[in-house]
């Protein structure tokens, strides 16, 4: 019988934290976990991506995976090794491999850019019949735009946007970042909102 995962996932590099807590049927397999990473931190699924078990364990996009850029594909290859065990995420189930308490994974989106993620295993408990999965339940902070550089190219963006006087806080703010973005806001009701979608397979 499947059994539900308490995960917290942490963006990593970044302070304030970027983090998100939430609930996962373990029968899912990681394809369904990365379209579920996705909604919650609220990212753009644009870009390859993988989880790393252990050291030599990892979960990849599977070839149908809609969003295949070359910048990915080309870090992927310089970061792969034959010495690795390779699953493919739409095969692999998540009980298979993420299956004890304090458990961690790391799970990096976007190769060039690289945002490494840390999964810590919270809790494993019976799934209750009242409630449905996946649910987020905590969180902090918005996820950075996609494309913006990396930790560090985020954090100059931030530097930028404190100063409405920089000679580029016009053209970030209006053509890059559309006149919208917080760093500071976090909506639990839209990510379960989005998460529905998951829920009845139109994700």
């Known amino acids: 019988m499947s059994q539900v995962l308490q995960l917290k996932i942490t963006l990593e590099g970044i302070d304030p934290p970027i983090w998100r807590r939430f609930l996962i049927d373990d ?5 369904k976990l990365h379209k579920i990473i996705q909604i919650i931190m609220g990212w753009e699924d644009y870009h390859l991506y993988n989880f790393q078990i252990d050291k030599i364990t990892y979960i990849e996009a599977s070839q149908d995976s809609k969003n295949q850029f070359a ?4 870090w ?8 690795k065990k ?19 994974i790391l799970y990096t989106y976007d190769f060039g850019d ?3 993620h840390l999964i810590n295993v919270e809790k494993i408990f019976p799934k ?5 999965y996946p649910l987020c339940i905590d969180g902090a902070r918005a996820c950075p735009p996609e494309d913006c550089g990396g930790i560090w190219g985020y954090q100059e963006l931030l530097e930028i946007l404190k100063d409405p006087r920089h000679p580029e806080y016009e053209e970030r703010i209006e053509e890059w970042l559309g006149g919208d973005f917080d760093p500071e806001e976090f909506n639990l009701e839209n990510i379960n909102k989005k998460l529905k979608n998951i829920r009845y397979g139109r994700a």
């Open 76 to 83: 992927s290859g310089f970061k792969s090794g034959s010495e």
């Open 114 to 116: 690289s945002w490494e």
């Open 27 to 31: 029968s899912i397999n990681f394809k």
């Open 128 to 132: 209750e019949a009242d409630k449905k």
């Open 86 to 104: 390779k699953y493919k995420d739409n095969e692999a189930i998540v009980s298979d491999f993420i299956n004890k308490e304090k458990q961690k």
């Open 71 to 74: 910048v990915d594909a080309m």
